[in-house]
């Protein structure tokens, strides 16, 4: 729909002019003003699309009444009516960004084609508007897809050389020279809170929200030069826990990491925020690693993160008892030197966290190792801690029993066939009903190559043969493949090809 305003202070122009517009155009919407005036004011509420505007008029004249109107509705057409078709009146007119002027008398044939003109452009116009909308929407998705991609590559050691970099450019909140990790834990089901909490994260544009693994919601912060690190993290832990139910708030905890110096260091920010996990039974609801209660020496803690590899290797090849054997050495050296029993206990539990996160970056799905207990002696600590490694063990063990053999085959024959859209981890994982962060393990070390890698290689073979249509621009090419950036499209396709796609197509086309 239409909406037209005819301003001529003389009432038979008015009625004769909308009486043409009525029998050619039915279906829009008219209205008139009888001066300049009473033109802005109708124009306030009403919003016309187009008005035809008398120049001559008592009061305000149609030119000064034009430059109000545009000034508050830009969008607006005007067409000029006027007896007077003087130069110096047309100059200022177009000036003012008059689309077209019709001299009086009109005939109705000449109102029709001047009317018609200036409606086609405005078609043309909200065409284009509704075609933005839709890219910008493509690209919003598909912002918050790398937004979730690129804080599970950092986390979980998975980036890959050729992309990250240009992933991080892609995203509105930037990097700086600090950041953390923070972990919210979340109670069985409060899953359909991860929308509400990725608003208050991007609300303080200063952080990317990662996937929601289990119950477990990892947050990569960066620190504003306006605050501390303790008061921004404590500022958005309090936003975040007030979406909890007072009455069902149960469970929910924010463990906060601490503060690093590059994306390439992120990863021990967010070991240490899951250590601050450990004990959720604080009324703050929150804690810094740093307020963790100190246990251990040093080189105990250099010892344990040497030992986070051998760890890795040994779950990988399924060696449980070598696992058990270590797990306790660890207790038994504790006890030689007569450590505090209850410091024991926390260093022990960091070591079933170390295992923990390893199987989770397997995909093995399990809950959390936690004591049920205060320990009271060194055979107690043994003893639930045999039964935690043995849980591990089983839910290890479930877990390989029900992979199929051609889930990678699977995988890969999705992808070449989904190229063109916007595949995520997420999207793979729910297909073959496998973690995130198993699948992009997986393709690492079966295939020895990352799932976007491959995902490239397909899009960039596609964009390939595509090119040998010289009918097909660059920017169609980029849409027809699963790009919405074409700048983007280019710096991936030289990343891949060694050529850019213009360089590559006139090869192409050369032989």
Known sequence: ???????????????GMQAILERTYPEHVIKQAKNGRMAVEIAREFQPDVIFMDIKMPGMNGLEAVEQIAAHHPNTKFIMVTAYDTFEYMRHAIKLGVKDYLLKPSKASDIVITVGKVLKQIEEERKTLVKTKLQEEALQKTLALVETDVVTQL?????????????????????????????????????????????????TKSGWVGALYGNQLPIISFRRPDQSYRSQAITLAKDILSLANPDKGKGWFVGIGNICNSLDTIRQSYQSSLISLMDTTIPAKYRFYSDVPVSGDLANRKQLQHQKKEFSDQIRLGQWEQIRMNVMNIIQSYESEGADLLQTQ??????LWIISRVMSEMGVEMTTPLYSFQTIDYRQLRSETAQMLDRM???YISHYEKIESDTIQQIKQYIIEHSHEDISLDALAKKVDLS?????????????????DFLTECRIEKAKKLMG?????IKEITFEVGYHDPNYFS?????????SPNSYRKILLGK
């Open 491 to 499: 710096k991936v396709f030289k990343k891949v090809a060694a050529v």
């Open 393 to 395: 063990r089983e839910s």
């Open 436 to 452: 995130p962060i198993y699948i992009s393990k997986m393709f690492k070390e079966k295939l020895g190559v990352n799932y976007i």
């Open 155 to 203: 986390l979980f050691d998975h980036v890959h050389e050729v992309h990250v970099d240009m992933l991080v450019e892609m995203l509105d909140i930037q990097s700086t020279n600090e950041m953390f990790v923070m972990v919210v834990l979340l109670p069985e089901g409060a899953e359909n809170l991860y929308s509400s909490i990725k608003d208050k994260v991007r609300r």
């Open 469 to 473: 249509n010289p009918e097909k621009s």
């Open 1 to 15: 729909m239409i909406k037209l305003l005819i301003v001529d202070d003389e009432q038979i122009e008015r009625d």
């Open 346 to 351: 926390q260093r022990t539990l960091e070591v």
